[in-house]
């Protein structure tokens, strides 16, 4: 019932892989090494960490395609993207060979074994497909990587590396003797350097060769502040709160000759490249800052990519460290107040709004399903589905940049809230934390669960409140009056308990500085909730002054006043709602007089 490691995808139908190839987006190349054939892998989608339903899976099985697995020694592959051609050590009989990828017909489906007991969105045998034998070595070949025409193989027997070029004829260009026996995957590292795995020795080989005489490296990303994980990241940091992307990055000349002039470029996502031409002197082993000009990115997620071009203007000898990608999060336009956001939008998150979550199953959602029965959406976060024990699963709902320098000491967050716990011992829960410095530190300011956030009698059913079963919950923001950068930040805890709801999210002035004085005491308001007439009075309180009464709904808009009034004690007083034509929902009886005030809250069904 706990999630199965970190994997977030797996196909069962080929044991004994003994190598793997990314070929595009989520699809992959696999030896395998129990039907002793090749296959195609397309993920689809990921099924999120932890869960195990491959259902979208895709599998083709090259039948004609003949490999041989060595147990314990991997039979590596590696796909040239630009020609398809898919470069891969047979083990059994010690070759290298290469598969075109761009042949082979479909000539059939496939069955997945019963005992298997996997779903797939669809299974396939190709036949006919193009293969050429490379070379036969007499020891066992293990790694390979391709780069630049150039094709990487490792010895596990003699630890030897064989250099051979793929263009034109393939050819032995040369034999690099380690002297390391024992060496498997082997990769063509971002600093042009061979990079190898010994498995005997337990140890990481790189094998150094004379330094290019060019040879410009992008070594980080400094602004913005970006997380290298492609195309998302889960993480509250990385972000940018004005829109404007000035990028900084640092470069190294890791050559022998000097660099005096780099065209660079970036782009964020899949925009028009930002171009700029840098000069100065940069020495063998130096490093420098670049400062690009800027550019603007909507609210959301992005993918950065710096690139070099031209390095004195020819081409790099090593381009392999060219290129630097990170994400960041744009959290922009500001809101003023007051601010609102009550998920009518069919769109989830709402607009401006930023979701960081991981688990593709259990997750916030807008539903329709309103606070208080008086709209048709609201946020859910699913705490409940699955058989997959969640416990300690954080989800993040990042509001809008709220601007609070016009806000006071009356100025007060609101929500709508409804729970209930699967069982006695469930504790799920509910933060709200609040970013002044662009999401880099937060402070919480509300945090409830299991009973302290409960609004319903406990169900070990999915939970959907009824319009009785919500909560409004308040928080003072009076302690960020006056900030210009305000982020609120709705954090779930799950305790793989049952749903929560959240509706109706306010931050503005409401009336505040409520004295418990006999004036707060003997007002009463029945019935409450209420659909035609409310009713209310001040028992026992008597005073010469006038009162105000107003009835106002949650953002503060006033729906009711009657201006200065006498009200006689002990006296019943009435409002026609059904004649106000109200909306159902939650609103404020406001009564003040001279510096005394009352509120009560209302529902009106």
Not at 113 to 140: F, H, I, M, N, R
Not at 141 to 147: A, E, L, R, V
Request: hydrophobic share 35%; glycine share 8%; charged share 15%.
């Amino acid at each position: 019932g706990y999630p199965l490691g970190s994997h977030i995808d797996m196909l069962h139908q080929s044991p004994f892989s003994m190598g793997i190839a990314h070929d595009s987006a989520m699809a992959y190349w696999v030896m395998d090494g129990h039907n002793d054939n090749i296959c195609k892998y397309d993920y689809v989608m990921d099924h999120g960490p932890g869960y195990d339903n491959h259902g979208a899976g895709k599998i083709w099985r090259y039948i004609d395609v003949s490999v041989t697995r060595v147990p314990q020694v991997p039979s590596h592959m590696v796909l040239d993207k630009s020609t398809g051609w898919l470069y891969y050590v047979d083990g059994g009989p010690k070759k290298i060979k290469r598969m075109d990828t761009n042949s082979g017909t479909i000539t059939g489906t496939l069955t997945v074994p019963a005992t298997a007991s996997e779903p797939l969105a669809g299974y396939w045998k190709v036949q006919t497909v193009t293969v050429e034998e490379l070379d036969t070595l007499t020891t066992q070949p293990c790694g390979i990587d391709y780069y630049n025409g150039r094709l990487i193989v490792s010895d596990y027997t003699t630890g030897d590396i064989y250099l051979y070029s793929t263009t034109s004829a393939f050819t032995l260009l040369q034999t690099i003797v380690t002297g390391h026996p024992g060496m498997m995957g082997v990769k063509v590292g971002p600093d042009g350097h061979i990079w190898c795995v010994n498995k005997t020795e337990s140890k990481v080989y790189r094998l150094d060769v004379t330094a290019p005489a060019t040879d410009a490296a992008i070594i980080s990303i400094n602004t913005p502040s970006v997380e290298n994980f492609i195309p998302s990241y889960y993480a509250t940091i990385f972000n940018v709160c004005d829109g404007n992307i000035t990028p900084e990055i640092t470069i190294a000349n890791n050559g022998i000759n000097v660099i005096t002039s780099l065209d660079l470029e970036y782009t964020i996502d899949a925009g028009s490249a930002v171009t700029f031409t840098w000069n100065g002197t940069l020495n063998s082993g130096s490093t420098a800052t670049v400062t690009f000009p800027f550019s603007t990115a909507l609210n959301g997620s992005h993918l950065l990519t710096a690139r070099i071009n031209t390095v004195n203007g020819v081409s790099d000898d090593v381009d392999l460290n060219n290129t630097f990608t990170g994400s960041f999060r744009v959290i922009n336009p500001p809101s003023i107040l007051p601010f609102t956001e009550g998920f009518t939008a069919t769109t989830f998150p709402p607009a401006g709004w930023n979701y960081v979550n991981f688990n593709k199953n259990c997750k916030m959602s807008r539903v329709t399903v309103g606070g208080f029965g008086a709209s048709t959406g609201s946020m859910k976060m699913d705490n409940y589905s699955g058989n997959m024990d969640i416990t300690g699963q954080k989800d993040y709902l990042m509001s809008p940049i709220v601007d609070m320098t016009n806000a006071t000491a009356n100025t007060w967050l609101r929500f709508n809230v409804a729970y209930a716990k699967y069982n006695t011992a469930s504790n799920d829960g509910l933060q709200v934390v609040i970013s002044t410095d662009c999401g880099n530190t937060w402070t919480s300011v509300y945090n409830k669960s299991g009973t302290t956030l409960s609004t319903a009698p406990v169900t070990t059913g999915t939970f959907t409140p009824t319009a009785t079963q919500w909560r409004t919950d308040s928080v003072s923001m009076a302690a960020y009056a006056g900030q210009a950068e305000v982020i609120l930040n709705f954090t779930s805890i799950s305790n793989y308990g049952n749903n929560f709801y959240v509706d109706d999210i306010f931050v503005g002035d409401v009336q505040t500085g409520i004295s418990e004085n006999a004036f707060t005491n003997s007002f009463s308001v029945y019935p409450n909730p209420a659909s035609d007439i409310l009713y209310f009075s001040l028992n026992g309180y008597v005073s010469k002054d006038k009162v105000k009464i107003t009835l106002t709904d949650i953002q503060g808009k006033e729906a009711y006043s009657t201006g200065e009034v006498n009200i006689v004690p002990n006296q019943t007083n009435s409002i026609q709602l059904k004649k106000l034509g109200l909306a159902k929902g939650m609103y404020f009886l406001n009564l003040s007089q001279g510096s005394s005030k009352a509120v009560k809250k209302i529902i009106v069904e």
